[in-house]
């Protein structure tokens, strides 16, 4: 209703959630008489009662969602439980978008030094006055500095893969 859209209406712990924090409610729970409902000014729509619903990852509280209702309109113990595991599913997906996003985050951040480092070898690897070769563990060249390939007289992109059989020289 309007009279919850204005300025202050929402701020500052309500009793629910309080009561949710400190573990005197648990589980999904009927609110007969909600504060904020209750203290609201102007027309209500009848809306003076709510089911709380702790959104919960393990034993952590990571939210509360309450559905509004008239006085008149309970739910039952049933629908307490089906609405707890709905809660628990939401508390769950919450956590996954938290985790997802902290993943993204270390990747950035691992993509970000990776970039670092390969700026740092390249650098260090072209800038060398001696011809550099990196091969693999059977002397397979994957990549040379500039001066090795002003030496062999070929780019690295023709002798990559070529084994370092091809410096050797036949004296006969």
């Not at 729509?45 to 559905?67: A, E």
Request: glycine share 4%.
């Amino acid at each position: 209703p309007d009279a919850l859209n204005i300025p202050c209406a929402m701020e500052g712990d309500c009793l629910c959630k309080r009561k949710v924090l400190s573990d005197e409610i648990e589980k999904s729970s009927n609110v007969l008489e909600c504060e904020r409902l209750l203290h609201a000014k102007n027309n209500m729509l009848g809306l003076r009662s709510h089911v709380t619903l702790p959104l919960r990852f393990g034993s952590r509280v990571l939210g509360i969602m309450n559905l509004v209702g008239t006085a008149d309109v309970l739910f039952s113990e049933d629908d307490l439980r089906v609405l707890n595991s709905i809660g628990n599913q939401i508390g769950i997906a919450i956590e996954r978008c938290r985790m997802h996003e902290h993943l993204e985050e270390l990747v950035n951040e691992k993509t970000s030094r990776l970039r670092e480092s390969e700026l740092w070898f390249r650098t260090i690897f072209n800038s060398q006055q001696d011809a550099v070769f990196v091969l693999t563990t059977d002397q397979r060249i994957i990549n040379a500095n500039k001066v090795a390939e002003k030496m062999l007289g070929y780019s690295i992109d023709k002798v990559k893969n070529l084994s370092t059989e091809i410096f050797h020289v036949d004296h006969e």
